[in-house]
DNA sequence: ATGGACCTTCACCTGCGGGGGAAGGTCAAG
DNA sequence: CTTGACCTTCCCCCGCAGGTGAAGGTCCAT
């Protein structure tokens, strides 16, 4: 199968085929004799796999951990259910940081709203800020 | 006053000042004899500014866009209203895409966790991703 | 034989906010 | 006089996941 109706296929363009390619996430396909990639049928699993993972959020570098795991010919799920537990860790930072931020936002938005021009200093630039 | 001085009574770099020179938030200040940036104090104030925009979560963009209209000689209160607003509808967004992901991440973690290796097909690469 | 759709590699661009380090000028202290 | 701490410009580098475009080869149908 070709590059285009691989990525087709899985819903992707020729340049991410490439790009997971360099990155090691898929194996180097043999050529066709004139020079294009051919593709075996069950590199869709592969690319679909990925795409779970990148729905999931995890980085290709994760992704790619996983992979190895898999073509060493060991189950990967161990080493997943970590991953996923790191992600869920990762996520409940990210959103414990951003309703921090947010809280500050409203704070200041408060202020800001209620706004008077004339009690701006312009040697601070903005006294609601 | 020199970069360096300016830079260690904001807390900031000197790649941080001249990066927002580059970047038209700061102006470019007159050179001593020596081609050395000499800064006025007022530019302390500047830097103030930028920060608590930043810690804010605005964007060098958007910082530069109140400093604008304070430099044209207005009060920038309304345009801050309006990125505060901007901003906290941003974080609510992203708050809310974070956690739809977590809900996902986490019945993948669910099911990762109770995971049976031999269940596995390695064509699927993971049966829990 | 010619057009268009596909493929190849190569190198650079995006957003975001800087950081790293080279190569050289300047200044004060010892 | 030399050492070390500054400063200058310059260009490249990071993460992240690709996208963009150039220059050229290939394949199929008309």
Redesign the interface.
């Known amino acids: 199968m070709k590059i285009g109706e691989m990525a087709a296929m899985a819903g992707m363009t020729t340049k991410a085929l490439r790009f997971y390619e360099e990155r090691g996430l898929l194996p180097a396909p043999t050529r066709s004799p004139n020079g294009y990639r051919d593709y075996p049928p069950?590199v869709l699993?592969?690319l679909d796999?990925i795409r779970?993972?990148r729905?999931?959020?995890l980085t290709l570098a994760q992704i790619g951990e996983?992979?190895d795991v898999?073509d060493a010919g060991q189950?990967?799920?161990?080493h997943?259910?970590e991953l996923?537990?790191d992600?869920?860790a990762e996520?409940?930072r990210?959103?414990a940081d951003?309703?921090e931020?947010?809280t500050?936002?409203?704070a200041?938005?408060e202020g800001?709203?209620a706004?008077?021009?004339?009690a701006?200093d312009?040697?601070?630039?903005?006294r609601?800020?």
């Open positions: 069950e699993n592969r796999f779970r993972g729905n999931a959020g996983i992979l898999r189950a990967p799920c161990h997943v259910e996923l537990a992600q869920l996520l409940d990210q959103i951003l309703r931020l947010r500050n936002v409203a200041l938005h800001a709203a706004a008077d021009p004339n701006c312009a040697g601070d630039i903005c609601y800020l």
